[in-house]
Nanobody, 123 residues
Framework: QVQLVESGGGLVQAGGSLRLSCAASGRTLDDYAMGWFRQVPGKEREFVAAISGSGGTAYSDSVRGRFAISRATNKNTWYLQMNSLKPEDTAVYYC?????????????????WGQGTQVTVSS
C-alpha cells in the first residue's frame, strides 16, 4: 500500500516562494509517474504539474515558468518549487502517484493521493 505525505505549505506574500515536498512510503516508486494537483472550495481539483518515471515534465498554463516539479534521487520523494506566487495560487495542494511510467494531467488516472497541504498567498 502506497502512502503519500505532503509538507511545506503555508502562508506567503505575493511574489514569494514555497517548496512543497511529497514523501512516499510502502513501496519503491522508481517507475511511477507523480503529479501535483490543487483545489479551492467549490471548484474541481485541477492539474498543476507532473513528472514521468523517466523524468519528463508537464505543467498547466497557469504555472508554467513559475513552478518546477522534480524528484529526489531515491525517487520516493518529489517536490514542487513554487516561485513568483500569486493570490490565485491559493489552494490545497495534493500530490499523487500512478503505477505507470508515463505522466498524466488527468487526476482520475492517479491511484494514490496525499492528504493535501494548504498554500495561502496574500496580496
Amino acid at each position: 500500500q502506497v502512502q503519500l505525505v505532503e509538507s511545506g505549505g503555508g502562508l506567503v506574500q505575493a511574489g514569494g516562494s514555497l517548496r512543497l515536498s511529497c514523501a512516499a512510503s510502502g513501496r519503491t516508486l522508481d517507475d511511477y509517474a507523480m503529479g501535483w494537483f490543487r483545489q479551492v472550495p467549490g471548484k474541481e481539483r485541477e492539474f498543476v504539474a507532473a513528472i514521468s518515471g523517466s523524468g519528463g515534465t508537464a505543467y498547466s498554463d497557469s504555472v508554467r515558468g513559475r513552478f518546477a516539479i522534480s524528484r529526489a534521487t531515491n525517487k520516493n520523494t518529489w517536490y514542487l518549487q513554487m516561485n513568483s506566487l500569486k493570490p490565485e495560487d491559493t489552494a490545497v495542494y495534493y500530490c499523487a502517484a500512478r503505477n505507470y511510467v508515463f505522466l498524466s494531467v488527468n487526476l482520475h488516472q492517479y491511484a494514490y493521493w496525499g492528504q493535501g497541504t494548504q498554500v495561502t498567498v496574500s496580496s
